[in-house]
């Protein structure tokens, strides 16, 4: 039976308390963090840096986001501890948007900062907004509230406010509710071009052929393409780490000289855009088909065209009336998506296939995490009878879906295996991996930029050699976890801590720990922390001390530069923070470099768990093979030679496998047995 608003809304606020103990914060920034997590999962954020303050004169912001775009996120919170469901009205809203608005406008253009502590994050923020105010196109206010909005409720519209662009969002408990129940899908983008842009895109169908799904080919102006990018930016992309990587910020020369010198030959010099969406409606006017709506437009290939096209309008002040591209569009239903999508993408993307891995939820690396995350039982900490196990979300939702069909009492024997502070998802492990195995200002970027350098670096690994992601790697990654978040716990409850910055601090203070281990070539004991699913002593101290270095280092940012934030972005702010950790080894003491373990001996692990992994591989490539009836091994073998994509020894191992089960191929004969059967479907023989 589905979940009602106020169940829900009783839930989320026993999720909050629980999560704002767990991690040792104030309810306030727990529902923040909640609110903003779910956001930036879903794409309407690329990223959330906490700003809480209030002033007398009715002043009020929460939470902030600059991106490379030009547009600024400014965040105010509606909470107030509620133990009921209530209403939030038209009056409620507009007052709460005033605030925020208000310390946009005092910052923008009343050197509002120069009445702010300046050690404090509003400084920072305010002082932020006034040293960009040229460079600042467009400010989205979002207004979330732990109420559920009032039906009477109308929306505002956007406007200018200082003139700048102004837009307003409103997450209400209601909407969260509908976000978490969507089970994984985002609440998709729905765009009318009759209504925003007047007139509908001439396409041609390109699903002629019976069974064929539904296709388009598109002739899309520039400025319709850029004005979508404009106002939905990464969300366009958001499907495809490639796209987001190649698309943010930068601009294409080749493209911006055509634009300037030569826009009516942009349709012939350029390779278009690849595309897809859930639904779309179709009119048939005097110029022919039109496409009038599209629902979850997706860019899988061109997102550099795309963003070159709006930067190019924007920074030259060019129109773009000549300008036009072409576009594929493939309609995929949400059920065939996640398997689809990722294949368009792969085969549109011609360049750099191997090593910008695309990371979808489905790609092999995930599968695996989430099989050793249902299978390996984590120790009791100290003090527990019982053992647990941490839960993976490969894709979204499916922690709740694990659940929804489960009865009150098998719900509650599921979270006892899986305790909710005990999930990770794709984004979390980007995290606790990038702050020790890459420069910790990724983390520092915002979650969608560190993801999609883990996703680059990880898929790359993946690709040379499967092995390395094995027990040992999830373990380690689980102890990773800990210790992060128990960093995030520390450094909220020190008395030095004044309220800001807190992401920057923790990323720096890990950073900073692995850099002394690696100085004497050893790492921190991870296998402990594993066993323990606790921080153990010698390095929880060493982590006090390390934080109380980094914040006194960071909240100095040099001359020139007015916010800590954006100080932690620089490659310079980490060379400053390793030029001084001598001082930072002598404060640590012997203790904690007494239990870190040898980069040799670790190897040694590593070289064991590696080797384990590769048995399982042969083991569970074995499975798969005797799965196969022995037909179908003659079928390929005999429509691979009349192919030729077979080699000798492939034949002969295909042999082998056509007597099953009088005989049985080895672990590595079914291995490459595995590889022909992918093949095999490639060729279109299965």
């Known amino acids: 039976m589905e979940q009602t608003t106020p169940e829900f809304f009783h839930d989320f606020r026993q999720e909050l308390m629980a999560g704002a103990e767990a991690h040792g914060a104030f309810q306030l920034s727990e529902f923040m963090e909640v609110f903003s997590t779910e956001l930036i999962e879903t794409g309407f954020i690329e990223g959330f840096e906490a700003c809480h303050y209030r002033a007398q004169r009715g002043m009020r912001v929460d ?18 501890s509620r133990d009921e469901l209530q209403s939030l009205t038209q009056t409620d809203v507009n007052a709460a948007f005033k605030r925020v608005e208000k310390f946009f406008e005092a910052s923008l253009s009343k050197r509002f900062f120069d009445d702010l502590d300046e050690t404090t994050p509003e400084y920072g923020l305010s002082r932020q907004i006034s040293d960009r105010k040229a460079f600042v196109r467009k400010v989205n206010f979002f207004l979330v509230s732990e109420r559920t909005l009032s039906d009477r409720t109308q929306n505002i519209e956007s406007r200018q406010v200082c003139d700048v ?38 396409s041609l169908p390109a699903h002629l052929g019976s069974g064929a799904y539904q296709s388009y080919l598109i002739v899309i102006p520039g400025e319709v393409l850029a004005a979508l990018y404009g106002k939905h930016g990464a969300r366009l992309l958001e499907q495809n780490v490639r796209s987001f990587l190649q698309a943010r910020g930068k601009v294409n020369k080749g493209i911006r000289t055509t634009i300037l010198n030569e826009p009516g030959m942009f349709f012939a010099y350029n390779n278009g855009i690849t595309a897809t969406a859930q639904e779309v409606e179709v009119e048939q006017s005097d110029e022919g088909l039109q496409i009038v709506r599209i629902k979850d437009l997706q860019i899988v290939n061109g997102g550099q065209t795309t963003a070159s096209l709006f930067h190019t309008k924007r920074r030259d002040k060019v129109a773009l009336d000549g300008v036009f591209v072409q576009m594929k569009l493939s309609v995929i239903s949400p059920e065939d998506s996640e398997i689809v999508v990722p294949r368009i993408s792969e085969y549109a993307n011609t360049q750099n296939r191997v090593n910008a891995a695309d990371f979808f939820s489905n790609h092999p690396f995930h599968v695996r995490m989430e099989e050793f995350s249902r299978r390996i039982w984590a120790p009791a900490p100290s003090g527990a009878m019982r053992e647990t196990k941490w839960f993976y979300e490969r894709a979204r939702g499916q922690y709740a879906d694990a ?52 996703a680059a670096r990880i898929g790359k690994t993946w690709t040379k050699n499967q092995g390395d992601f094995n027990e040992l790697y999830f373990r ?71 934080a109380k270095f980094v914040n006194d280092d960071i909240s100095q940012p040099p001359q020139g530069m007015s916010h800590v934030s954006e100080w932690c972005k620089k490659d310079s702010c980490w060379d400053r923070i390793q030029g001084q950790i001598d001082q930072l080894e002598s404060d640590v003491g012997s203790r904690f470099f007494k239990t870190l373990v040898g980069i040799d ?53 295909l042999r082998v496998a056509e007597q099953i089960p009088q005989k049985i191929p080895s672990e590595k004969q079914s291995e490459v047995l595995v590889g022909i059967l992918e093949r095999a479907k490639a060729e279109g023989v299965l």
């Open 63 to 80: 939470g902030y986001w600059f991106n490379d775009e030009g547009t600024l996120d400014l965040f105010v919170a509606d909470f107030d």
């Open 601 to 653: 001996e670790q190897k040694a692990e590593q070289k064991r768990a590696k080797k384990t992994q590769q048995i399982d591989d042969g083991i569970d490539a074995q499975r798969r093979v005797l799965e196969v009836p022995a037909q179908k091994w003659s079928k390929i073998r005999q429509a691979g030679i009349g192919k030729r994509f077979l080699s000798e020894k492939e034949i002969g191992i």
């Open 476 to 546: 380690r990654a689980i102890a990773r976890a800990i210790i992060f978040r128990w960093t995030e716990k520390m450094v909220s409850g020190e008395p030095w801590y004044n309220g800001g910055f807190r992401a920057n601090i923790v990323a720096y203070t890990i950073a900073a720990i692995n850099e002394l281990c690696k100085r004497t070539d050893q790492t921190v004991d991870f296998q402990r922390c594993w066993n323990t699913q606790e921080v153990y002593e010698e390095l929880a101290e060493a982590l006090r001390k390390a």
């Open 165 to 202: 662009e102004a837009t307003y969002h409103i997450w209400d408990v209601s909407r969260l509710q509908r976000q978490r129940s969507s089970r994984g899908h985002k609440e998709a983008l729905d765009i009318n071009f009759k209504e925003e842009f007047g007139s509908g895109l001439n």
């Open 403 to 454: 659940q929804s069909k489960l009865t009150p009492g098998e719900q509650k024997r599921f979270k006892a295996e899986y305790p909710k502070p005990q999930m990770i998802d794709k984004t979390s492990i980007a995290k606790f991996e990038n702050v020790w195995d890459d420069h910790p200002k990724w983390v520092n970027l915002g979650a969608q930029k560190n993801f999609a350098r883990y």
